[in-house]
C-alpha cells in the first residue's frame, strides 16, 4: 500500500539555526498533512496542518511546505531550540470516508545542541 | 483543552494471558483510535471507532479487538498475549470527520511488555 516516508532519520542542529524535516508520501489522493511532536515519555502533540489546497502554512516559528507536484512535504523550524528536541512525524489523511484516519511517517529524531 | 487519558502507563503481562487496554477521552469526540508505536515503523493503526459499538479494522488488527460500550471510551483487547505484541500502544480521538477538524489528540501512551 502507499505510506509516508522520510528522507532523513536524524538531524542536528545548533540551537538558534534553522531545522527543516522533511518529508514524501506516495498517495495522490492525500488532501490533508499534519506534522507531531512527540517527546520522550510523551504522545504526539499537534504542530501545525495543511490541506493540499495549500502550498504554505505558518504557525508560531514553524512553517510547512508542501509541493503536491513532487508529492513532498517539509515542517522548518525557525531559532531551533532545545525544547525542540523530539521526534517529529509527519502523516497524512486520504480523505473520503476515511473518518479521519492518518497515516504517519517513521519519524525524524531532531537533536538541538546548546 | 482535550484530555485523552490511557489507564496504564506501563503494563507487564505474561504470553497467552488476556490483556486490557483502557482509553478515555473528555471532549465528545465521535472518533477514536488505536495506534501501536514500534522504533523504526512509526505509528500503525489497530483498530478505529467512529461511534459507539461500531468498529473498523486498521491497518494490522491481527491479535487484537476493540469495545465502545461509552462514546468517551475505547478499549483494546488482547485476546492472547504474545511477545510480538509488545509495543507502546497509543490511543487517540478526534471530532466528527468534518473537514476542518481532522487531527487527532493522544494520549500519552501505554508501554506494555510481553514476557
Known amino acids: 500500500g502507499e505510506s509516508v516516508g522520510l528522507h532523513l532519520p536524524t538531524l542536528s542542529v545548533q540551537e538558534g539555526d534553522n531545522s527543516i524535516i522533511n518529508c514524501a508520501y506516495s498517495n495522490s489522493a492525500s488532501d490533508y498533512f499534519i506534522w507531531y511532536k512527540q517527546e520522550s515519555g510523551k504522545g504526539p502533540q499537534f504542530i501545525i496542518d495543511i490541506r493540499s489546497n495549500m502550498d504554505k502554512r505558518q504557525g508560531q516559528r514553524v512553517t510547512v511546505l508542501l509541493n503536491k507536484t513532487v508529492k513532498h512535504l517539509s515542517l522548518q523550524i525557525a531559532a531551533t531550540q532545545p525544547g525542540d528536541s523530539a521526534v517529529y512525524f509527519c502523516a497524512e489523511n486520504a480523505g473520503g470516508t476515511s473518518y479521519g484516519k492518518l497515516t504517519f511517517g517513521q519519524g525524524t529524531i531532531l537533536t538541538v545542541h546548546p | 483543552d482535550v484530555k485523552v487519558t490511557q489507564s496504564s502507563r506501563y503494563l507487564v503481562k505474561r504470553t497467552g494471558e488476556k490483556v486490557f487496554l483502557e482509553c478515555v477521552q473528555d471532549?465528545?469526540?465521535?472518533?477514536m483510535f488505536w495506534y501501536r508505536q514500534d522504533p523504526g515503523l512509526g505509528l500503525r493503526l489497530i483498530y478505529f471507532s467512529y461511534d459507539v459499538k461500531m468498529k473498523e479494522k486498521g491497518d494490522i488488527p491481527e491479535g487484537y479487538s476493540v469495545s465502545r460500550e461509552k462514546k468517551e471510551r475505547f478499549s483494546l483487547i488482547l485476546e492472547s498475549a504474545s511477545t510480538n505484541q509488545t509495543s507502546m500502544y497509543l490511543c487517540?480521538?478526534?471530532?466528527?470527520?468534518?473537514?476542518?477538524?481532522?487531527?487527532?489528540?493522544f494520549g500519552s501512551g501505554t508501554q506494555l511488555s510481553v514476557l
Open positions: 487517540a480521538s478526534s471530532l466528527l470527520s468534518s473537514r476542518t477538524n481532522e487531527k487527532l489528540f
Open positions: 471532549m465528545d469526540h465521535e472518533n
